[in-house]
């Protein structure tokens, strides 16, 4: 428990201080430098996963007091549509708007923060709807590393003779990474996985690993 405890503030303190850089990157009229953090995160993904989702993406950190607080009340988001979830290539649409507002700003000389209003539109989405609904269908870096990070190295695997197909790790899961297999085993996909660990805490059998 106490590893645990120690890789939670690990993250925790990992995940302020790049909301710090976005902040400060942003008041300081630099915001455009995040795109080379989230390069790094992109280069790093098909070794490591989306770290850059769990521990680096400043939307991520701003989700959780929102997941707290209606974990707390017991209230209950919207769940992402099903017409989103049966088909996956519509992301690409948010992908493509992303891509086109960047080359648009580029090309008019405006000044405008597309990441930070972009920030903005995923917390007020979250407001509403379960994290899954911005990290799996809209979020245009999310989109990206789904496909790099299909072959990654390292990644969160829960072992099999350990699981005990309780699915409290499929609860805590916020982007719904988890499906069930045979007798009620669990297993994670890989490109949808953000790295966040709650599983690895939801856990009583310590069968999830990195």
């Known amino acids: 428990m106490g590893v645990k405890k120690n890789r939670d503030w690990i993250r925790i303190a990992i995940q302020m201080l790049f909301l710090g850089i976005f902040a400060f990157l942003l008041f300081a009229g630099r915001l455009q430098l995040w795109f080379g953090i989230f390069a790094i995160g992109l280069l790093l993904s098909p070794l490591l996963g989306r770290v850059y989702c769990g521990w680096m993406c400043p939307m991520n950190t701003l989700f959780k007091p929102i997941s707290r607080f209606y974990a707390a009340t017991g209230w209950k988001r919207l769940r992402m549509p099903h017409f989103i979830t049966a088909h996956p290539l519509l992301r690409l649409i948010p992908l493509a708007a992303f891509i086109a507002g960047i080359i648009i700003v580029r090309k008019t000389g405006a000044t405008m923060p597309v990441l930070a209003f972009m920030t903005l539109a995923a917390v007020l989405l979250t407001l509403f709807f379960e994290e899954a609904f911005w990290h799996n269908a809209i979020c245009p870096f999310g989109t990206l590393l789904n496909v790099s990070s299909r072959t990654s190295v390292m990644r969160y695997r829960i072992r099999e003779d350990q699981c005990i ?4 790790c499929q609860k805590v899961c916020p982007v719904h990474a988890i499906d069930t297999g045979d007798k009620g085993k669990r297993s994670i996909r890989a490109p949808d996985c953000i790295s966040c660990g709650e599983c690895v805490k ?7 690993s990195y």
Not at 202 to 208: D, E, G, K, L, V
């Open 202 to 208: 939801a856990c009583p059998t310590t069968a999830i």
């Open 165 to 168: 197909s309780c699915g409290k």
